[in-house]
């Protein structure tokens, strides 16, 4: 549920961390996961996801690392 509301900051790996414990909640397996982010406090959670979604990036290896780049939100409805 996304609400624009920070309910917990964290850290790059944090972030992978909860991702895990999703995942591990949900019984899904990696490949049912896709993240989203721009930055490279992204890459760690993206190792975790099936698929990795760089939302207009500006680091060159948050874009080689991506599955696939995005410019704006609607071209997330198409991927999914």
């Known amino acids: 549920k996304a609400t624009g509301k920070i309910l917990k900051k964290g850290d ?3 972030k992978a961390k909860i991702l895990k414990e999703k995942i591990k909640k949900y019984k899904l397996k ?3 996961t896709t993240v989203v ?3 490279i406090t992204d890459l760690p959670m993206a190792e ?3 698929m990795f979604v760089a939302f207009s990036p500006k680091e060159k290896l948050v874009r080689e690392r991506a599955d ?3 410019k704006n939100l609607r071209e997330l409805i198409l991927l999914l």
Do not use: T
């Open 48 to 50: 975790e996801a099936g």
């Open 30 to 32: 990696k490949g049912q």
């Open 37 to 39: 982010g721009d930055s």
């Open 12 to 14: 790059r790996y944090v």
């Open 68 to 70: 696939k780049v995005i």
